[in-house]
């Protein structure tokens, strides 16, 4: 799949490559709509660029971390929508590339995210796991808070969703949820309260108790989607009821 390329940015570049002859003009339209960005979309739904990743973590299974660590900065690099989703998870399916990160690189990963999706992946594969394993640090993800880009912000609060969700691995952790979740109940930007909704809405199933408290306090602040969806997660299980539209996270 990488065309015999023998360094991260020829591996990078043929799987950019790889990706955009499999696109489509259609998806490309509907990604744009969905989360726009400056970044080129190539228009690659997800089953087909994650069989392109999974076949790249396969070949580079054997390789330094520092390897692969290269390779996704390299994907990045690229300044693709789909690459960049490449790179995250690719580092999540490389055990010991994730563990050989540190905040600079993880920072560095995340430099020019401009849409939800790329920072909920990049929160998810790789900012959380790594504040869950201690190389992101408390203070780093509330520096994130108080960034004046509204896309870390967000990323402070998905990066909790790790800490929390059993399929990321997360065991639940009420404290450092809660405190992030403070620091952002009051910002008004609508990208930030989605995020502060889905944070809530995954610590739910550790401590429910904790969560009602949550945006009883902070009730006079917190936008009227989070009151919603929380509440709506707390009496039924759902973000939404059944029946009613979905909207993004």
């Known amino acids: 799949m990488a065309g015999g390329a023998t360094t991260p940015r020829e591996r990078a570049a ?28 190539l228009g690659v739904a997800n089953p087909v660029w994650r069989p392109v990743v999974r076949t790249l973590a396969r070949e580079l299974g054997a390789a330094p971390p520092r390897e692969v660590i290269a390779t996704a900065r390299a994907l990045v690099a690229e300044r693709t929508l789909e690459g960049r989703q490449a790179a995250y998870e690719l580092l999540s399916r490389h055990r010991a590339a994730a563990a ?3 905040l600079r ?10 849409n939800w999706a790329s920072v909920d992946a990049f ?3 790789v900012a959380g796991p790594a504040w869950r394993a201690g190389i992101v640090t408390d203070a780093a993800v509330a520096r994130w808070a108080r960034s004046p880009d509204r896309w870390w912000r ?20 009420v404290p450092r949820t809660l405190a992030v979740c403070a620091r952002l109940a009051a910002d008004p930007d609508d990208m930030v309260q989605k995020a502060l909704s889905w944070a809530l809405r995954t610590l739910v199933q550790h401590d429910a108790a904790a969560v009602r408290a949550f945006v009883a306090q902070h009730a006079g602040v917190v936008s009227a989607r989070v009151k ?20 993004l996270r």
């Open 100 to 102: 050989a990160l540190d």
């Open 14 to 41: 043929a799987v950019v490559r790889a990706l955009a002859a499999a696109g489509s003009a259609a998806r490309r339209a509907t990604a744009e709509w969905y989360f726009p960005t400056a970044e080129r979309v």
């Open 123 to 125: 929160s998810c594969f």
């Open 228 to 247: 919603r969806e929380v509440n709506n997660k707390l009496h039924t299980g759902r973000k939404n009821p059944r029946g009613a539209r979905a909207v």
């Open 154 to 173: 967000r990323a402070a609060l998905a990066s909790t969703v790790p800490l929390n969700l059993a399929s990321r691995g997360g065991r639940g952790d």
């Open 105 to 114: 690189t993880v920072e560095a990963l995340g430099r020019g995210m401009d």
